[in-house]
């Protein structure tokens, strides 16, 4: 059974920093890309980062977070990581990992993790 | 880059058949799959219809996904609305340089 289960987030002041991970299993992970999706309370789903497979050097951002955001992943502990400096209040969010669906592809998600939240308040 | 807008909510009747429209700004809709997501309150989302038109297993025939390159949009289709379908749906795509694109998110109400 393919499993997404993220840890770190919780609440920080404007311009701090935080850590998510996500713990995978129940699929070979180092074939496949892991994206990072946010959404801000009651709104919509917001698209991050993104790892490919393999050793994880093709990373892609979205250009709100470019430059202050980096994603990376660990293929001997099965975990992708996001790594979030210069938080702003807009980045208040749940941040969901999610696994796509074929290896080496970026095209569309299979697996979720359960959500973690990250506020960022004063 | 491209831009996925999909209207804000549509409503219908249980048993009824819903469609939810999915318009891209700037390129081809048919340059790159869409997929669709179903997200209840206070859940995670899941996957509806991947490149295009394909379902999971798992999800029923009732749910169905097309692209019409004359509006240049993608559609999702529900028939024989239930209750339990009241959701948002967000359509997904991806662009050139693998960046992932949603759509605004639709919420369904079936009245």
């Known amino acids: 059974e393919v499993q997404l289960l993220q840890s770190g987030g919780g609440s920080v002041q404007p311009g701090g920093s935080l850590r998510l991970s996500c713990a995978t299993s129940?699929?070979?992970?180092?074939?496949?890309?892991i994206s990072w999706v946010r959404q801000a309370p009651g709104k919509g789903l917001e698209w991050v980062a993104s790892?490919?497979?393999?050793?994880?050097?093709?990373?892609y951002y979205a250009d709100s977070v470019k430059g202050r955001f980096t994603i990376s992943r660990d293929n001997s502990k099965n975990t992708v990581d996001l790594r979030m400096t210069s938080l702003r209040a807009e980045d208040t969010a749940l941040y969901y990992c999610?696994?796509?669906?074929?290896?080496?592809?970026?095209?569309?998600?299979?697996?979720w993790g359960q959500g973690t939240r990250v506020t960022v308040s004063s | 880059n491209f831009m996925l807008t999909q209207p804000h909510s549509v409503s219908e009747s249980p048993g009824e058949t819903v469609t939810i429209s999915c318009t891209r700004s700037?390129?081809?809709?048919?340059?790159?799959?869409v997929q669709w997501y179903q997200q209840r309150p206070g859940s995670v989302p899941t996957t509806l219809i991947y490149?295009?038109?394909?379902?999971p297993s798992g999800v029923p025939g009732r749910f169905s996904g097309s692209i019409d390159s004359s509006s240049n949009s993608a559609s999702l289709t529900i028939s024989g609305l239930q209750t339990e379908d009241e959701a948002d749906y967000y359509c997904q795509s991806y662009d050139s340089t693998n960046h992932v694109v949603f759509g605004g998110g639709t919420k369904l109400t079936v009245l």
């Open positions: 999610a696994k796509f669906h074929t290896d080496g592809s970026f095209r569309h998600f299979d697996y």
């Open positions: 129940g699929f070979t992970f180092s074939r496949f890309a």
């Open positions: 790892i490919g497979g393999g050793l994880g050097r093709t990373t």
């Open positions: 490149e295009d038109h394909q379902r």
């Open positions: 700037g390129g081809s809709i048919a340059s790159n799959y």
